[in-house]
């Protein structure tokens, strides 16, 4: 009998030890899978630091952040637009584009709102950001988008466009180091000594003709104010006015006076950066991400930043700035608590402190930013004039847009007068207030 029972629970083990380990193994995965987050990106320089900082908050709280790279920023954008149709979106990831293709994910579903959790403890981690980039992921009450007023994301990093000038160049040409053009016409009698040099001036990808509208803006908000420029936005105000014919006009100008580098009109940026860090160019436009692509390119180029120079003293110069970077929390996402607690992390004072350190990009955090560069101090300072199209309530056609920036890459080469681009830009604009009535 004793034998019977020994030789039955021998015959039971076999069969109920591999179901015992069978289902600890599935109850690991169910775990695994709770305590797992993907997080999707386009930033390549960022990479290596993205994984110091996955390693540090599985060390942390045992949760594994996948951070997954996909570049360039055109199939990054293509992959979360096939996500978002499939809804398999992960647990985070970020949005390239305008105001527009934000609304239209938020209005999807794809898009946690995180007013919320900004919220929690007097608002401590709302009021951590620079007002500035939060207002990017931020949508006002009776916004044109249609979408409930909050917050949608969350920044890790901001950036201004600015202004460089090469102070070595600046020697040779006999100009003060310390002194960068402060109004246009300075611009302009400096373009006319550069002429004399046989130097090159100003480069910057305005072959990617987005940097050429930044540009335009800047001047636009200078000459005619904020509200003017977006009361033109919104078709109340036509391109063929005096003011935004003197914005045109100044293209013309830096070109005859010498200011512009030969083939600005084709050159994309990362051209420009090479010829800048190699001492091959004056000045450049650019924004605060070029601190680490001048440093891996030419570690001793000596160079400062500054606001383009005021062709006007009726308003304040504007210059493109806020969120550099943001992420977004998927709604639909089982582990979206998770992933809203590692945002918080991720945007902290000591991880937005390394991710200065280790990247060269400006903190959004603003408790970090007395930790950065005299360089990335100046981007810094930019903020104060900082704005962007996404905090407008109003966004152009983009047949608009590219009209008006290609008319300024015709007015550069001569083949345009100013005029004659303010006149075909508004009657693009007609055409296309037309289509939406």
Request: glycine share 6%; proline share 5%.
């Amino acid at each position: 009998m004793r034998f019977n029972r020994l030789l039955s629970k021998c015959l039971i083990l076999p069969i109920v030890l591999p179901l015992f380990f069978f289902a600890a193994a599935c109850s690991t995965k169910k775990q695994e899978a709770k305590t797992s987050i993907t997080v999707w990106h386009w930033m390549t320089d960022r990479e290596p630091a993205f994984q110091e900082l996955a390693k540090r908050y599985q060390a942390r709280t045992g949760i594994k952040v996948n951070f997954e790279l996909y570049a360039p920023s055109d199939a990054y954008s293509q992959k979360v637009r096939a996500a978002a149709q499939g809804v398999n979106l992960p647990d985070i990831f970020g949005i390239l584009g305008e105001k527009r293709d934000f609304a239209s994910f938020i209005k999807a579903g794809h898009i946690l709102e995180l007013t919320p959790y900004m919220e929690e403890n007097n608002a401590a981690w709302k009021n951590s950001f620079f007002a500035k980039a939060l207002a990017i992921n931020e949508f006002d009450a009776g916004n044109n988008y249609g979408v409930k007023a909050g917050i949608y994301g969350a920044p890790i990093d901001v950036m201004t466009i600015q202004m460089l000038y090469n102070k070595k160049l600046f020697r040779e040409l006999g100009l003060n180091p310390r002194k960068p053009p402060a109004t246009f016409q300075e611009l302009l009698d400096i373009g006319r000594k550069l002429k004399e040099k046989n130097m090159q001036g100003l480069v910057s990808g305005w072959g990617e003709v987005w940097m050429i509208d930044c540009f335009a803006n800047n001047y636009g908000f200078n000459i005619m104010g904020r509200d003017k420029v977006v009361a033109t936005i919104k078709g109340e105000v036509p391109y063929t006015d005096p003011d935004w014919v003197r914005v045109l006009n100044l293209f013309k100008e830096m070109q005859e006076a010498g200011v512009l580098a030969n083939g600005i009109v084709t050159m994309i940026n990362k051209t420009a950066e090479q010829l800048f860090s190699n001492d091959k160019a004056v000045f450049a436009f650019n924004g605060s991400w070029c601190v680490n692509v001048y440093r891996n390119m030419s570690p001793a180029l000596d160079y400062g930043a500054f606001l383009p120079p005021a062709a006007s003293e009726k308003f304040p110069m504007a210059i493109w700035g806020g969120a550099g970077s943001s992420f977004m929390v998927n709604a639909r996402s089982k582990n979206k608590e998770e992933a809203v607690k590692f945002l918080r992390w991720l945007t902290d004072r000591d991880q937005q402190t390394y991710l200065a350190e280790a990247t060269n990009n400006l903190p959004a955090n603003k408790n970090s930013a007395g930790k950065i560069s005299e360089i990335l101090s100046q981007f810094s300072k930019g903020m104060e004039n900082a704005t962007h199209p996404n905090i407008w309530g109003a966004s152009e056609f983009p047949a608009v847009i590219e009209a008006w920036d290609k008319g300024i890459q015709s007015i550069i080469i001569g083949e345009r007068t100013p005029e004659q681009v303010a006149q075909e830009v508004q009657r693009i604009k007609e055409r296309e207030l037309a289509k939406r009535k």
